[in-house]
């Protein structure tokens, strides 16, 4: 949707961005049904929140962002203050440590209150009464429901393995261990010194959405390097756990070391200690060999990297191959919600760089030379976290597919383990 344009948009506009909402708020519900509503008040930790939550805060970005702005006053103004996340600007919130307390209002409440809003969107968009910037929010807060989805699906994977039982979150899910395939080489793709693009243009002001913090258009000096054709493999990361890696201080940075040693990290997240099962949506299953290890956070990244005798790749060196690629992968609607093995592919270039996981760069989290945050308030949303965490790449097989393409930085701190992240090697 171009809103870019000065004018009011044309009705086609108007039905696609109708057809597009349905769409990504159908798939949030999808994702939560499986779920009871004992499970969606759920926060295993800090750092996760419950599915009501993510439910009842993606809707309340709408009513807030898109129909307050429209003259729409709140159908439930009290819950602002329960399913506001981070926006200072929007006003006083529920404490992100303290979102499993919301017994109230209940899973059903918060189910209608998204169907009412629903409605109200929908007519708004039938009835034209959405200039372009609401227009524009509209399709910011889309593309914000569908970090949400994933998330949504990485907080209650956490959720349930913190369970005695370990329930399975939906126990038909296929089993990536139960096809046969054998493992690929890895390969190394030898790329000379060279001026890359990297970033794009600034959204509204261009048609394609784009996130802030991908923009502005750059250049950046590559030095000549190789790249793994592929993630490394659970196989591959098991060696480094038999090998004494996590017991190995030179192999750590500091800060790293310092949590291995406070938190007892020995394996990846859900890993069992056998280092033969792993703790997956599904349940309980095999550990896949072959496919991408994952729930790695960028200090492990980081300690293999170093004992395998290589290094994480930058973020213009992860970039620079990608913009090569179509954004196709295993995302979210493949339904297998694991990481898949990698497959030989038809043509060249490094496999698996979109979906399954997302691969941690050595890159921290920092502005493009003439970055600008969006100038309104939702400017909150990217520039505020550009201190003491990295950049991953890629998506992972609990992204929604669409909601990809090779300028997408996501960002996380270096400890984070319970996201779908693992690592692709580089060399000098």
Not at 189 to 208: F, K, Y
Not at 287 to 315: I, K
Request: with cysteine; net charge negative.
């Amino acid at each position: 949707m171009d809103l870019a344009l000065s004018v009011a948009p044309p009705a086609r506009h108007l039905q696609a961005a109708a057809a597009r909402y349905a769409g990504v708020r159908a798939a949030t519900v999808d994702l939560a049904a499986p779920l009871s509503p004992e499970d969606a008040m759920l926060q295993s930790m800090e750092d996760a929140s419950p599915a009501k939550w993510h439910l009842g805060h993606t809707t309340w970005f709408f009513e807030h962002f898109v129909l307050a702005p429209a003259g729409m006053e709140p159908l439930q103004p009290q819950w602002h203050y329960l399913f506001n996340s981070y926006y200072d600007s929007a006003g006083p919130r529920q404490p992100r440590p303290r979102r499993g307390l919301l017994s109230r209002p209940s899973l059903e409440a918060v189910l209608a209150w998204r169907e009412a809003v629903d409605a109200r969107v929908m007519r708004a968009l039938k009835a034209g009464s959405l200039d372009v910037p609401q227009l524009r929010r509209l399709e910011l807060g889309l593309n914000h429901e569908q970090q949400h989805q994933e998330l949504l699906l990485t907080d209650i994977k956490h959720a349930l393995w913190s369970q005695p039982l370990r329930p399975a979150y939906r126990s038909d899910l296929p089993d990536p261990a139960a096809a046969p395939t054998e493992t690929l080489p890895m390969d190394w793709s030898a790329v000379p010194e060279q001026l890359a693009a990297m970033g794009v243009p600034a959204w509204p002001q261009a048609p394609d959405f784009a996130y802030d913090n991908e923009s502005p258009p750059h250049r950046v000096l590559l030095p000549a390097h190789a790249l793994a054709s592929r993630p490394v493999s659970n196989a591959e990361y098991r060696q480094f756990v038999e090998d004494g890696g996590y017991r190995d201080p030179r192999l750590w940075l500091s800060d790293g070391w310092a949590r291995v040693q406070a938190e007892g990290w020995e394996r990846p997240l859900y890993w069992e200690p056998g280092l033969e099962q792993a703790f997956t949506l599904g349940g309980m299953r095999t550990l896949p060999p072959h496919a991408p290890v994952s729930h790695v956070s960028y200090y492990e990244a980081d300690a293999f990297a170093r004992w395998a005798g290589a290094r994480l790749p930058t973020e213009a060196e992860w970039e620079h191959a990608a913009r090569r690629q179509p954004p196709d992968g295993h995302y979210a609607d493949c339904g297998m919600l694991e990481p898949c093995p990698t497959r030989p592919a038809a043509g060249p270039g490094p496999l698996q760089l979109f979906g399954d996981v997302w691969e941690w760069t050595s890159r921290a989290y920092l502005a493009y030379p003439g970055f600008r945050p969006w100038q309104d308030d939702t400017g909150e949303y990217n520039a505020k976290f550009m201190s003491g965490q990295f950049v991953l790449r890629g998506g992972s097989c609990a992204t929604p597919r669409g909601h990809m393409r090779a300028s997408y930085r996501n960002f996380f701190p270096p400890h984070a383990r319970w996201q779908f992240a693992g690592l692709r090697l580089a060399r000098d």
